[in-house]
Structures are given as structure tokens and as C-alpha cells.
């Protein structure tokens, strides 16, 4: 049982360029989100998805698409990279309901110069 | 709009001690409040989750405490050790989603 496994778990981006964080879980997890982690502004949510074929966006979705194709996968993808999405990027997968944590992977590094 | 706070933002304690961290939230109609653990360079760990109807939940030297009507939350931690030393994050969920508003957390040193 692998949990929430991230890859890649560093990457450099010039400007403009386009990438997928990948995020896999064996949990059978309805509920899958992203998260972006910068100092000083804590984690913040980008997208959510509530099961195979349902996204939606949270408070910082602007420069990312995801897709929810299976219950397993939740990639994030940027489509065009700026400076701004310099950051730390962590998928987390639960159960739904009230008594459900939330699990993380390790994060992703992501450096766009 | 839900924002969470914590303080302080570090504490350094000497080991043994026991220390409590705190959260405050703004809209009390959460779902449930959720205790972190995030060690450098690494993805967050649950330490406790506590459901809108519950007033506290434990485990081993952890208990974190859920006062809704105030907007507070405490995580209390006995006998330190430096193997505690890390940042404590507390999260409120407001909806069944799972969707989760984070404090900036308390980044804790526990020294030998």
C-alpha cells in the first residue's frame, strides 16, 4: 500500500514551457485535491476532484488544468509555465465524509526560472 | 471567507515539557478541524482529525481539543522530545468535499 505517490519530486521549467505533475493513489480514494505550499502564504488549494470525471476549481486555479479519468490518477497540469508557480506542490487523496483525513505525498519541487 | 490562525508561528521548549500550540478559525460552521505534522522537505502526516460534534480526540501524547463556538483549537503535547521537532499545521474543512482552509502553521523545536 503506496499511499499518495507524487512524481516528479524536483523539477526546473523555463518560462513557457508545459509539464504534468503526476499524483497516483491505492487507497480507493474518492476525493483527490492539489495544493501549492509558498512561504508566508501557507498551503493553498488549486483543484479538487470528488470522483472519476468530476473536477472543480479551489481558491488558485489560474495556469493549471487537471483531469480525473480514473479514481486512481489526478495529474496537474501547467500549460504554460511562469515564475509565479515557483512553488511546492502536494496531491492529497481521502474518503469522503466527516471522520475521513486527508493523506499527502511528498510533494513536488518545482522551479520555473 | 474561513481563515485560520495560528500561534505562535515557532516555539523552542526544552525536552520534557509539555506545550500547547493553538488555532483559531473565523466561521464556525466547520466539518471537521484536522491536526498536521510536516517535517522538512516532506508531505504532511494526519496527527488527529476532530468531527463538528466532537470536543477532543487522542492519541498517544497528542490530544487536540475542538471549541466551536469560540473558534479555537488547541493541540497539547506531553513530555517533548526532540522527535517532535517539526511544523504542526491545523485545517478546517467546511464541506464534505474534503476541500481544507490551512493555518501557517507552528514550526517547533524541542531541544535536548
Known amino acids: 500500500n503506496a499511499g499518495v505517490t507524487q512524481t516528479p519530486k524536483f523539477q526546473v521549467l523555463k518560462t513557457g514551457q508545459s509539464m504534468t505533475l503526476q499524483c497516483a493513489q491505492d487507497?480507493?480514494?474518492?476525493?483527490m485535491s492539489w495544493y501549492r505550499q509558498d512561504p508566508g502564504m501557507g498551503l493553498r488549494l488549486i483543484h479538487y476532484?470528488?470522483?472519476?470525471?468530476?473536477?472543480d476549481q479551489g481558491e488558485v486555479p489560474n495556469g493549471y488544468n487537471v483531469s480525473r479519468s480514473t479514481t486512481e490518477d489526478f495529474p496537474l497540469r501547467l500549460l504554460s509555465a511562469a515564475p509565479s508557480q515557483t512553488s511546492v506542490y502536494f496531491c492529497?487523496?481521502?474518503?469522503?465524509?466527516?471522520?475521513?483525513?486527508?493523506?499527502f505525498g511528498n510533494g513536488t519541487r518545482l522551479t520555473v526560472t | 471567507k474561513q481563515e485560520v490562525t495560528q500561534i505562535p508561528a515557532a516555539l523552542s521548549v526544552p525536552e520534557g515539557e509539555n506545550l500547547v500550540l493553538n488555532c483559531s478559525f473565523t466561521?464556525?460552521?466547520?466539518?471537521?478541524l484536522q491536526w498536521f505534522r510536516q517535517d522538512p522537505g516532506k508531505g504532511l502526516t494526519s496527527l488527529l482529525l476532530i468531527q463538528s460534534s466532537q470536543r477532543e480526540q487522542t492519541s498517544g501524547r497528542l490530544n487536540a481539543s475542538l471549541d466551536k463556538s469560540s473558534g479555537r483549537s488547541t493541540l497539547y503535547i506531553a513530555a517533548s522530545q526532540p522527535g517532535d521537532s517539526a511544523t504542526y499545521l491545523c485545517a478546517v474543512s467546511s464541506g464534505s468535499q474534503g476541500n481544507l482552509i490551512f493555518g501557517k502553521g507552528t514550526k517547533l523545536s524541542v531541544k535536548p
Open positions: 492529497a487523496s481521502s474518503w469522503e465524509g466527516e471522520g475521513s483525513p486527508l493523506h
Open positions: 487507497m480507493n480514494h474518492e476525493y
Open positions: 466561521d464556525s460552521a466547520i466539518y471537521n
Open positions: 476532484s470528488v470522483g472519476a470525471g468530476i473536477t
